[in-house]
Structures are given as structure tokens and as C-alpha cells.
């Protein structure tokens, strides 16, 4: 079956970075889109990004555009969310998801369309 597996939270002060790791087994990894989520306290879970199966395309949201990278290596079976200049307001649990379905060239923002999750990790961001 299917497992993602996210590694790389942690606490960091405001301006820090992290780099979140997520290791997919059970697919055919380059074949699918990828995407990272969060879910802060007291809120739904969020996209945050997208990258399309051969690492060409991204798409980000709007709060995180300009901070953060997605990026993959399909060699490694690996999706990485690369975060800096951090705020309080990302605290979260991050979350990598795939699709059961491929999307071609495409990126996914759609959490409905996403049936695979890791367990999350967490990220903490002091002020």
C-alpha cells in the first residue's frame, strides 16, 4: 500500500528555516503529482504547494509564495518543502499527500483530490 512518510519538523524562532523531507513507497513516484498541507491549531487543513510528477511546475499558496520551495527527487522517491524566512503564523502540522489519480503535467491544490497522507510533522515557529 501506499505510505508517506514526513520527516524534518521542529522548533524554530521567526526568521529560521527548515526543511521538510517526505519518503513515498507503494507507487510509482514519478508518475505523480505531489503536494504539502498544514493544518494550524484551531484551523482546516491548507494547501500550501504543488509540484507536477517531473519537478517542472510548482504552485503555491499565496501565503507561502516567495518563502518556501517544493522540490523532488524522484531518484529517492523523496518530495521536499524547503521553508525559510518563517513566521508564527506557520505553525502547523505539515502533511504530504498524493493523489490516487495522475494528473499529468499538472500541479493539484485541490485537498479533495488527494487520497494518500503521511502523519504529519510538526513545525513550530517562536517569535
Known amino acids: 500500500q501506499v505510505q508517506l512518510v514526513e520527516s524534518g519538523g521542529g522548533l524554530v524562532q521567526a526568521g529560521g528555516s527548515l526543511r521538510l523531507s517526505c519518503t513515498a513507497s507503494?507507487?510509482?513516484?514519478?508518475?505523480?503529482?505531489m503536494g504539502w498541507f498544514r493544518r494550524a491549531p484551531g484551523k482546516d487543513r491548507e494547501f500550501v504547494a504543488s509540484?507536477?510528477?517531473?519537478?517542472?511546475?510548482?504552485e503555491y499558496a499565496n501565503s507561502v509564495k516567495g518563502r518556501f520551495t517544493i522540490s523532488r527527487d524522484n531518484a529517492k522517491n523523496t518530495v521536499y518543502l524547503e521553508m525559510n524566512n518563517l513566521i508564527p503564523e506557520d505553525t502547523a502540522i505539515y502533511y504530504c499527500?498524493?493523489?490516487?489519480?495522475?494528473?499529468?503535467?499538472?500541479?493539484?491544490?485541490?485537498?479533495?483530490?488527494?487520497?494518500?497522507w503521511g502523519q504529519g510533522t510538526q513545525v513550530t515557529v517562536s517569535s
Open positions: 509540484i507536477n510528477r517531473n519537478g517542472g511546475l510548482t
Open positions: 499527500a498524493s493523489p490516487s489519480l495522475l494528473y499529468g503535467s499538472r500541479t493539484v491544490s485541490e485537498t479533495s483530490l488527494y487520497n494518500y
Open positions: 507503494g507507487l510509482t513516484f514519478s508518475m505523480y503529482t
